[in-house]
C-alpha cells in the first residue's frame, strides 16, 4: 500500500479508528463510508479525519 493515498477514517458512533486508501485525483470530497465498526458491532459512518 502506497502510504501517499493512506486516509485515516474515524467512527461517528464510537470514535474508532480505520485506514483505507482513496484516489485523491478522482475524489476530491473527504471520504464518507458505512463500516462494521467492532465497538457498537453495527455498520456505522465512518469519517474521513486527519492523520
Known sequence: MSQKHL???KSTATGHIRYT???KKSVA???E???HDPISRKHEIYKE???
Open 7 to 9: 486516509v485515516k477514517i
Open 21 to 23: 486508501t482513496r484516489n
Open 29 to 31: 470530497d473527504k471520504l
Open 33 to 35: 463510508l458505512k463500516k
Open 49 to 51: 479525519t486527519k492523520k
